[in-house]
């Protein structure tokens, strides 16, 4: 215990006689300027020889109470701060000498650190077609043949045509004649020399009006269904000669057309609209 008393008032001691030594030190230099090393500024000078100085008066260390603290613990001395005074900046005489030569002309490349580890899919190549002939070398291929257009008489019926002629002219009321009337009316025999036929008399005795389309067996039998025809125009004409002169003229004429084997006979107020629409079905 004895022992480190004295060591506390020993440090204490050495710290005071540090401190009175350096304020001598400083009061001695307090007339004289600063000599300026090479490259040093006056102010780095002024602010060395304006630094604080510790005061003798202000105790560093009261050994009295340290030593009541340290009870049986043997305290290290502690050392005496030295006060260091800040050191003079120096510029650079010229500001171009600290400057590169030159600059680096490549720069550093910069590695990957890790490889991908799924490779990238590949696209597909296109399968490529090889043109069989080059172009311009292909022979022209062989003109279609024309097949022969089915003759009308081979998908039309009598019944079609008259059906057209009624719509697109306009007729009083008729009626149709089959049997032995058509024998008595057109002096033919139907079964002998008609595949088909539509026979459309005037219901009126007052009308001339009168249609008839017959289809042949053949083309041979023209000339007795057309003298058959004939005269049944010439009997109407025959009857309306002396009364309804309108109708007698209607009647005077009429028309015989033939289609390859399909015949007309028409007495009407408009014989052109009539012979339109049986020409309509061979053009």
């Known amino acids: 215990m004895i022992n480190n008393k004295r060591l506390l008032q020993t440090a204490a001691a050495l710290t005071l006689a540090l401190s009175l030594f350096a304020a001598g030190c400083s009061n001695g230099n307090q007339g ?23 005061s003798p008066d202000t105790p560093t260390a009261e050994p009295s109470a340290e030593a009541d603290q340290l009870d ?31 600059k680096p002309t490549s720069k550093p490349t910069v590695k990957p650190t890790a490889k991908p580890t799924a490779k990238p899919v590949q ?31 081979e998908t039309v019926s009598a019944a079609d045509i008259m059906d057209k002629i009624l719509t697109d002219v306009e007729m009083p009321r008729l009626i149709s ?50 003298e058959g025809l004939t005269k049944r125009a010439e009997d109407i004409i025959e009857t309306f000669s002396t009364y309804l002169p309108d109708q007698h003229e209607d009647a005077k004429s009429y028309q015989i057309v033939r289609h390859g084997k399909y015949v007309l006979l028409s007495i009407s107020h408009d014989q052109k609209a009539v012979k339109a629409a049986f020409d309509s079905f061979f053009q």
């Open 32 to 54: 004289d300027s600063p000599d300026l090393e090479p490259g040093e500024s006056p102010s780095a000078a002024t602010e060395t020889s304006t630094a604080p100085s510790p």
């Open 177 to 226: 004649v089959t049997g032995e009337r058509v024998k008595d009316s057109y002096y033919f025999n139907p079964d002998e020399l008609i595949s088909e036929g539509v026979y459309n008399q005037a219901m009126m005795n007052t009308k001339a009006t009168e249609v008839v389309v017959v289809k042949l067996k053949s083309e041979e039998h023209f000339d007795a269904v057309e």
């Open 123 to 153: 696209p597909t190549p296109k399968p490529t077609v090889n043109p069989a002939e080059k172009p311009g070398t292909a022979k022209p291929s062989a003109k279609p043949t024309e097949q022969p257009t089915v003759a009308p008489e």
């Open 72 to 102: 049986g613990a043997s305290p290290s001395p502690t050392a005496p701060e030295a006060s260091a005074a800040p050191s003079a900046e120096t510029k650079p005489a010229d500001e171009d000498a600290v400057k590169p030569a030159a």
